[in-house]
């Protein structure tokens, strides 16, 4: 059963268009890369899997269950085992460190498993600042919170928008590694925007082209440099 | 810059300090009449202002959600005409259901219950505003975030409102402030209040020493009042800078909630607005009560609107000089003082007003419409003060140092580089003294100068021996005059 499927999904904002069509299967424990320019709809793409936007036609299935169709939104957000990460995080910054693991634990069950908040917050190198807001932590250390989050309910689905913008190089590749480390743990599906060839070359199993409201071109990286199908795809892959 | 903080400092301390002082040094001469701790009236002010505030709060912050978060057709009209309401004197909207209501129902209106509405109606426009902008300043990515691992109803109350609350509580507490000190409404609807008993001992029986041994009580809540402020809420912004446009589902209804929605803000614009309205409109509508209304609200609309303006345009030149000589000392006094005179009634500040003014060169003043001015700044200065502190942290601070290095003067810089930006914020300030001085009667009947009162006042003294329609048509005259003086600066602020 494949984690993810998209099936024909079309979307318009008022006079626009942004999605004409696209269709996706991601199967468990997979990295997709979404790659085109900005305002090719990406982040449209991701909320509409996510339950944050309703498409105006097309399918999403979650883990072999309808969750979306046409308009109707069949499962709402919370509902669909996916951790998301938002361009510009959305912590809450009224909350702690652990407050905020702590939220979204107490969302599922009476009782707040601590021993998952201190695992979760461990994995992520983040025990000695449980205690502070997010206005006290760096900006690689606000990244991780906002990793912690989305990880710490053990999602079958991780949809990350552009979670490498504005990292330093070293700190990029050591979250490159911190991916590929959940993938190996947890196995999650992992589904991510990014504009950098690099994010693409260090983690992805497929990459995705999303170009003028359509999936222009899919596949594994070597594939799509080989034979790019549209001059687009080799301005947005090559180095 | 010396001498702009010194003036702010004379500024504050002749309009607040001083009088407030005098107040105080002559303590031992007025004797505290606790009587009036558990008089009927203390009792019925305290109902009108807790039931104002508990009301507005639900009806201001229940609209504010809607509009802020909920997308729905003409949100923007909808905002504007919910707000609207502040812009008409309080006592105008008890003489508009006056003569709306059935005689039937009037039993209803002349009580503390109807006291408690006709407030509402002017007053809750203030919560709905203070929520609205909190509502919109919760970036909508905190509450997706939330929304991906909770139900809609839970990211509300542990996300939304956890943001929002210091705001919709500031909002709550200066409406209790507004009814609390309110004299023309439960006078009009035969309600005893505090407010009103003070001004009886002044102005009827002439008796100082019981006009302010009557403000007591207020005098004492007031001060309570100030002193939970500053504990509870000191932190909470009075005005948030604007933030993020409503997305995606965050907070969506089917179509048929959203219609109900719809419809009872419909319904709220309908019943606090068009209806008292369209009734003094249809009061009003008469050749003799408008030629009434013109003979004998003109003079004095024009000086109230001159008043309002000076007032406010003193104040917002205040609030501009305390900030951009903002390297003193003493701002939390500063606020502190400032909002003092929001939160003690009129009548005391009148009070003490009047004690200070009254001595040796000082009493100059006294007997002009300038002690009129003086109350109007020592009341409503807390909002050009925060206004152009809203504005200054908002400015980047960069622009300012780079202009320093041009070798322009501090007046220079100011009219250059600052002053265009602060701009909206200072006429902001200057509109919202105008507003509220305009429509302020408390103050207005105890300081007007002999043959100088502004149009609240006459409106007040004439519909007491004046068929409705003639008051309606002053009524009307007088938020005809306030819209036209919002409007010019509005367009002076925003063009
Ligand atoms: N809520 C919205 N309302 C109107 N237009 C939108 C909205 N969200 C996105 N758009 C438009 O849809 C297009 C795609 O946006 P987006 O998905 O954010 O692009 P990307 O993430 O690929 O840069 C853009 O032209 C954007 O302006
Ligand atoms: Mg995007």
């Given amino acids: 059963m494949k984690t993810l499927v998209l099936k024909d999904l079309h979307k318009g904002f008022g006079e626009g268009t942004v999605l004409k069509g696209v269709g996706l299967e991601v199967d468990r424990g997979e990295i997709v890369a979404i790659l085109g320019v900005s305002g090719a709809g990406k982040s449209t793409l991701l909320r509409i899997i996510a339950g944050l936007e309703v498409p105006d036609q097309g399918q999403v299935w979650i883990g072999g269950e309808l969750a979306t169709s046409g308009r109707r939104l069949l499962l709402p957000p919370h509902r669909r085992g996916i951790g998301f990460i938002f361009q510009n995080l959305g912590l809450w910054e009224h909350m702690t460190v652990e407050e905020h693991l702590a939220f979204v634990l107490r969302a599922r069950s009476k009782t707040v498993d601590q021993a998952r908040i201190r695992s979760t917050l461990e994995f992520l190198g983040l025990s000695a600042h449980a205690k502070r807001k997010p206005f006290q932590l760096s900006g690689g250390e606000r990244q991780r919170l906002a990793l912690a989050r989305a990880l710490v309910e053990e999602p079958e689905l991780l949809l990350l928008d552009e979670p490498f913008s504005n990292l330093d190089l070293p700190r990029k590749k050591k979250l490159h590694r911190e991916f590929l480390r959940i993938r190996e743990e947890k196995h999650p599906a992992i589904l991510y925007v990014t504009h950098d060839p690099l994010d693409v070359k260090l983690m992805a199993d497929q990459v995705v082209v999303l170009h003028e409201g359509r999936i222009i071109q899919q596949g594994p990286l070597e594939a799509l440099l080989g034979a790019p199908s549209h001059p687009i795809v080799k301005e947005l892959l090559e180095i | 810059m010396r001498g702009l903080r010194l003036g702010s400092w004379v500024y504050l301390g002749l309009v607040l300090g001083f009088p407030l002082a005098a107040l105080l040094w002559h303590f031992p001469e007025i004797q505290p009449g606790l009587e009036a701790f558990l008089s009927r009236a203390f009792r019925n002010t305290l109902l009108v202002a807790s039931?104002?505030?508990?009301?507005?709060?639900?009806?201001?912050?229940?609209?504010?959600?809607?509009?802020?978060?909920?997308?729905?057709?003409?949100?923007?009209?909808?905002?504007?005409?919910?707000?609207?309401?502040?812009?008409?004197?309080?006592?105008?909207?008890?003489?508009?259901?006056?003569?709306?209501?059935?005689?039937?129902?009037?039993?209803?209106?002349?009580?503390?219950?109807?006291?408690?509405?006709?407030?509402?109606?002017?007053?809750?426009?203030?919560?709905?505003?203070?929520?609205?902008?909190?509502?919109?300043?919760?970036?909508?990515?905190?509450?997706?975030?939330?929304?991906?691992?909770?139900?809609?109803?839970?990211?509300?109350?542990?996300?939304?409102?956890?943001?929002?609350?210091?705001?919709?509580?500031?909002?709550?507490?200066?409406?209790?402030?507004?009814?609390?000190?309110?004299?023309?409404?439960?006078?009009?609807?035969?309600?005893?209040?505090?407010?009103?008993?003070?001004?009886?001992?002044?102005?009827?029986?002439?008796?100082?020493?019981?006009?302010?041994?009557?403000?007591?009580?207020?005098?004492?809540?007031?001060?309570?009042?100030?002193?939970?402020?500053?504990?509870?809420?000191?932190?909470?912004?009075?005005?948030?800078?604007?933030?993020?446009?409503?997305?995606?589902?965050?907070?969506?209804?089917?179509?048929?909630?959203?219609?109900?929605?719809?419809?009872?803000?419909?319904?709220?614009?309908?019943?606090?607005?068009?209806?008292?309205?369209?009734?003094?409109?249809?009061?009003?509508?008469?050749?003799?009560?408008?030629?009434?209304?013109?003979?004998?609200?003109?003079?004095?609309?024009l000086r109230g609107l001159f008043y309002a303006t000076v007032a406010g345009f003193l104040s917002a030149l205040w609030a501009l000089a305390v900030f951009y000589s903002r390297k003193g000392k003493g701002h939390s006094l500063m606020s502190g003082l400032a909002l003092a005179g929001l939160f003690l009634p009129p009548a005391v500040l009148a009070t003490g007003i009047l004690y200070f003014w009254n001595q040796g060169v000082l009493s100059l003043l006294y007997g002009t419409f300038g002690l009129l001015i003086l109350g109007y700044l020592a009341r409503y200065s807390f909002f050009s003060y925060r206004s152009l502190e809203t504005a200054f942290?908002?400015?980047?601070?960069?622009?300012?140092?780079?202009?320093?290095?041009?070798?322009?003067?501090?007046?220079?810089?100011?009219?250059?580089?600052?002053?265009?930006?602060?701009?909206?914020?200072?006429?902001?300030?200057?509109?919202?003294?105008?507003?509220?001085?305009?429509?302020?009667?408390?103050?207005?009947?105890?300081?007007?100068?002999?043959?100088?009162?502004?149009?609240?006042?006459?409106?007040?003294?004439?519909?007491?021996?004046?068929p409705l329609s003639h008051s309606a048509a002053l009524a009307l005259l007088h938020s005809v005059g306030t819209l036209l003086g919002v409007a010019l600066l509005y367009s002076g602020g925003f063009r």
């Fill in chain 2, 51 to 301: 039931g104002t505030a508990l009301l507005s709060l639900l009806i201001g912050s229940g609209a504010a959600f809607v509009l802020a978060k909920i997308s729905l057709p003409g949100t923007r009209l909808l905002s504007l005409l919910l707000v609207t309401p502040i812009f008409f004197v309080p006592y105008q909207m008890a003489l508009a259901w006056d003569a709306l209501l059935p005689s039937g129902l009037n039993a209803w209106l002349f009580s503390p219950a109807g006291v408690i509405g006709v407030l509402t109606s002017s007053f809750s426009p203030v919560v709905f505003w203070f929520a609205w902008i909190a509502f919109k300043a919760v970036p909508p990515e905190e509450e997706e975030a939330g929304l991906m691992t909770a139900p809609p109803g839970t990211v509300f109350r542990r996300i939304t409102l956890t943001k929002v609350y210091p705001a919709l509580l500031a909002g709550t507490f200066l409406v209790f402030i507004l009814a609390f000190t309110e004299l023309g409404v439960p006078t009009y609807l035969g309600v005893p209040v505090l407010p009103y008993e003070v001004l009886i001992q002044f102005s009827t029986l002439y008796d100082f020493r019981a006009a302010v041994a009557a403000s007591w009580p207020m005098a004492a809540l007031g001060v309570l009042l100030l002193f939970l402020e500053y504990r509870l809420f000191r932190k909470s912004l009075l005005f948030y800078q604007r933030a993020g446009k409503p997305q995606g589902l965050i907070f969506s209804p089917s179509p048929a909630v959203k219609a109900v929605l719809l419809l009872s803000l419909l319904l709220l614009v309908f019943v606090f607005l068009f209806l008292p309205l369209s009734a003094l409109v249809k009061e009003a509508a008469s050749f003799r009560a408008l030629k009434f209304a013109l003979k004998n609200g003109l003079p004095s609309l």
């Fill in chain 2, 393 to 466: 942290e908002h400015l980047d601070p960069s622009a300012w140092e780079a202009a320093l290095f041009t070798g322009h003067g501090p007046l220079a810089i100011l009219r250059h580089i600052l002053f265009p930006q602060v701009r909206s914020w200072f006429f902001l300030a200057w509109m919202l003294v105008f507003i509220f001085s305009v429509n302020e009667l408390g103050l207005s009947t105890m300081l007007y100068p002999p043959e100088g009162e502004p149009l609240v006042v006459r409106l007040y003294t004439l519909s007491v021996n004046n």
